[in-house]
C-alpha cells in the first residue's frame, strides 16, 4: 500500500472553498482544523469583548471584527484566520481585499492577534509566532487556558498559561502569566485582566 499525501491548497484555493468556513485556516498548503469547542469560543468572545471595552475607553481608532482571514501579501499558501484580531480603521483603505471580503494583507492594518490554545498547540506557540513576527505585529497573545502547550513553552508541571509576546526588532519578547497574575499588555496598559477571569466556568 502507498501513501498519497493530501493535496496543498494555494490561499485563493482556500478562499474559494473554506473562506467563509470560520472552523480552517492554511498553513504552508495544509489544511488545518482549528478544532474550535465551546469553552474555546467562551474565551475568544471574552477576550474580544475585554479588548473592545479598551478600544472605546482609550478612543482608539481601532476595531474587532467578528471574522477577519490573515493573508500576507508574500505568502502563497498560508492564510490565517486567529480567535481575536485588531485592526487600524486608518489603515483599511490601503488593503486590497478588505472592501469584499473580511481579508487582511498589511501588517500595518493589525495591532493585535490573540490564539486560544486547542489541540494543534504547536502551530500557536511555534508557526504564528513566526508568521506574526514577520507582519510586524506589535502583540501577540497566546491563551492557553487548558495547558495544553508543551513544557518547552508553558514549563513543567504543565498549567494555564497566558503568554504575551511584544515585538521588539523584529522578534517577539515573551512574559507568561499564570492563574492570579495580573497581564501587562504594552497596547493597553490600563487593562485590568487576570486568566482566572476568562476561563469558562
Partial sequence: MTYTP????????????YGDN???????????DMEPTGPHEAVAGSIAGRIYVEIFKSNFNWLVPKTCLIKPLYAQATALRPDVVVLDQAELSQEPLWQKEPI??????????????????????????????????????IVDFRGL?????????KQPTFTICQLVNGVYHQQQYRLGDT???????????????IIPT
Avoid: M
Avoid at 22 to 32: F, K, S, V
Avoid at 108 to 135: C, G, H, P
Avoid at 183 to 197: A, E, R, W
Fill in 183 to 197: 497581564i501587562c499588555s504594552y497596547l493597553f496598559p490600563n487593562l485590568q485582566l487576570k486568566l482566572d477571569d
Fill in 149 to 157: 502547550g508543551g513544557w518547552q513553552f508553558i514549563g513543567n508541571p
Fill in 6 to 17: 493530501p493535496k496543498l491548497l494555494t490561499c485563493e484555493e482556500f478562499i474559494t472553498h
Fill in 104 to 141: 487582511i494583507s498589511n501588517g500595518s492594518t493589525i495591532k493585535l492577534v490573540a490564539e486560544v490554545v486547542s489541540t494543534n498547540w504547536q502551530d500557536d506557540y511555534a508557526r504564528k509566532v513566526e508568521e506574526y513576527a514577520l507582519l510586524n505585529i506589535p502583540e501577540y497573545w
Fill in 22 to 32: 470560520t472552523r480552517y485556516e492554511l498553513i504552508d498548503g495544509e489544511l488545518r
